[in-house]
């Protein structure tokens, strides 16, 4: 579904991405890995043309889209999830969903059965959310436009353990739904058992790839731990 081939992307004259690879297919969940910095938001940022690569290759359903504008990305089936949430507002729980929806599977009610605090506060700003509930506006906003790949920027960083709970109930829904995920979060005990595949990056290079089980006590202390 997705192949990223050897991108380099920069950012003004500073290169952050030096022959990035990643592939995922119809159906996978993959974890996107590695310690802070090392190019997994910027890799994001490259599929979805906020900051194009200059050079290497993305195709998504084999359509080329490396130099493809982002609101032409998204109408192939991407949808984001992006660090920080960024919800609308100054908008309710409810515009924010309907804001993006698209006909499809996922529909507002199909999200709030997902996430019925959305459901219960559909009539507030997004503004007087907490974080975690602004998370699952986030995906349920992404869920509106009835992508096709689900992409989530750090899953479930800065939210409190009963939150996270919820996230990751959320996904594995998802998952069992059939939805294609790319995924980033540092929380392995939560994200390795739900993965299919991982990628590790490191100072902005693909440097492993393979299934969960895979993934030795030695990788992990070289490439994720602190």
Not at 15 to 44: H, P
Not at 52 to 78: C, K, N, S, V
Not at 91 to 107: C, I, K, Q, Y
Not at 146 to 173: H, K
Request: net charge positive; charged share 25%.
């Amino acid at each position: 579904m997705l192949s990223v081939s050897g991108i380099n992307t920069y950012y003004g004259p500073s290169q952050a991405l030096f022959g990035v690879d990643l592939n995922l297919q119809a159906g996978e969940l993959v974890a996107l890995m590695g310690r802070n910095g090392m190019g997994k938001t910027t890799s994001i940022r490259s599929i979805f043309g906020l900051t194009p690569a200059r050079a290497g290759r993305i195709e998504f359903a084999g359509q080329d889209i490396t130099r493809m504008a982002p609101h032409r990305i998204a109408r192939l089936g991407l949808g984001l999830v992006p660090e920080g949430r960024r919800c609308f507002t100054n908008l309710t729980v409810r515009e924010n969903l309907l804001a993006t929806a698209r006909p499809g599977d996922w529909t507002l009610s199909r999200v709030e059965e997902v996430f019925p605090r959305l459901a219960e506060r559909r009539h507030q700003l997004a503004l007087t959310l907490s974080g975690g509930e602004q998370q699952m506006l986030a995906i349920g906003r992404a869920l509106m436009t009835n992508p096709r790949l689900l992409v989530l920027d750090e899953a479930t960083e800065g939210l409190a353990p009963v939150i996270r709970q919820e996230i990751w109930r959320a996904i594995a829904i998802l998952k069992d739904a059939g939805l294609s995920i790319l995924l980033v979060d540092k929380t392995l005990r939560e994200l390795l058992p739900r993965a299919d595949r991982c990628i590790i990056l490191e100072k902005g290079k693909t440097v492993w790839t393979g299934e969960p089980k895979e993934l030795s006590e030695e990788i992990k202390n070289r490439y994720l731990g602190v």
